[in-house]
């Protein structure tokens, strides 16, 4: 292959044009050096000069070869930086859509993104690297898309008061456990966490699964939503048809104000109640549940074992926004 298609091969015109387009014209001069000696006869023909220029232009192109090499070694690695970064992204955002039972817009940007960022990896592998940066701009713009949704639906969790209300809660659990050495649970529903506290310290923490609309605050029966709030165990079930099970004090007073309250602006249905029957089991974190917090048996095991009746159990939204969707969210501006 000769100097200039090897260059052109190379994407000397995306990685290097104005070296490149400089080489094409001294190798244009140099072609019509050639063409002027050809033309000439015989006797008076002197190629010296051409191939002095052709020895300095060979160098010159394999110098911008060896540029253009390093150049697009650097920016594969910060497209496909970008695809990993992406492809995190739209995991993250996969994860939160089971938490919501109207996601269908959701999932078709997330579809959407997924099937292209599949695209981009499959350039960015071939090294058609000039392909590969539009594809991941639209990747993008379609997990925004899936983003921005979200985070409609996720107001209620960026709003400052209601963090620093959960917050206090978690503080004040964390302070009483503290002051009396016993032991309390905290569930924040964002982080998808268990702690277990003792004498004021976290002890362990294990991953949970919630209710289809776990990230919601249960108002009434039959909402699939996760209650927020301060509790207690009342009930310990050895054996359920999720294993083990912790049923907590739910609705408790002021769950029965806010329904109240909920009733009041028409926000629930009429003639339903606030529901019950609230716990913390087994069976799976990764199955959705009908309100409660699941575990994975072998972690249902040890949170059983650490509890005992009159555990209180605090269920907070968040417990802050970094390094959780909403830092994510807040970041995209909703």
């Not at 930086?81 to 997330?110: I, P």
């Not at 960026?158 to 456990?177: F, G, K, M, Q, Y």
């Not at 991953?207 to 301060?230: F, H, M, N, Q, V």
């Not at 650490?306 to 968040?318: E, H, K, S």
Request: glycine letters at 12%; hydrophobic letters at 35%; charged letters at 30%.
């Amino acid at each position: 292959m000769r100097l200039d298609e090897a260059l052109g091969g190379a994407g000397a015109s995306s990685f290097a044009p104005q070296a490149y387009s400089r080489f094409r014209e001294k190798l244009a001069g140099l072609r019509e050096e050639v063409r002027r000696q050809e033309a000439r006869l015989g006797p008076w023909r002197d190629f010296r000069s051409a191939a002095a220029s052709a020895s300095d232009l060979k160098d010159e192109g394999g110098r911008l070869l060896e540029e253009i090499r390093i150049s697009r070694e650097g920016r594969y690695r910060s497209l496909r930086r970008d695809w990993e970064a992406l492809s995190r992204r739209r995991d993250r955002l996969r994860d939160m859509t089971g938490y919501f039972n109207d996601n269908e817009a959701v999932r078709h940007a997330l579809a959407r993104g997924d099937i292209t960022l599949g695209r981009a990896g499959l350039v960015l592998d071939a090294g058609k690297l000039e392909e590969a940066d539009p594809l991941l701009r639209e990747a993008s713009g379609f997990l925004d898309q899936a983003q921005s949704v979200i985070g409609r639906r996720l107001e209620r969790y960026l709003e400052p008061e209601v963090l620093r209300n959960w917050r206090a809660w978690a503080d004040e659990t964390i302070a009483n456990s503290r002051r009396t050495g016993g032991t309390a649970i905290l569930v924040s529903k964002i982080e998808g966490t268990l702690s277990v506290i003792r004498r004021g310290e976290i002890v362990s923490t294990y991953g949970i699964g919630l209710g289809k609309s776990g990230l919601s605050d249960k108002l009434y029966e039959g909402d699939e939503a996760t209650p927020e709030g301060r509790y207690r165990i009342v009930r310990k079930f050895p054996v359920s048809a999720f294993y083990k099970a912790l049923l907590i004090d739910y609705p408790n007073a002021a769950d029965l104000k806010e329904l109240a309250e909920a009733r009041r602006r028409g926000l629930i249905p009429p003639g339903v109640g606030a529901g019950g029957a609230i716990e913390i089991h087994g069976g799976g974190k990764d199955k959705l549940t009908l309100g409660c917090v699941g575990l994975e048996n072998k972690d249902m095991d040890e949170v059983y074992k650490a509890a005992a009746i009159g555990t209180p159990v605090t269920i907070v939204g968040a417990l802050g926004v970094e390094g959780t969707i909403l830092g994510d969210i807040k970041a995209f501006g909703k």
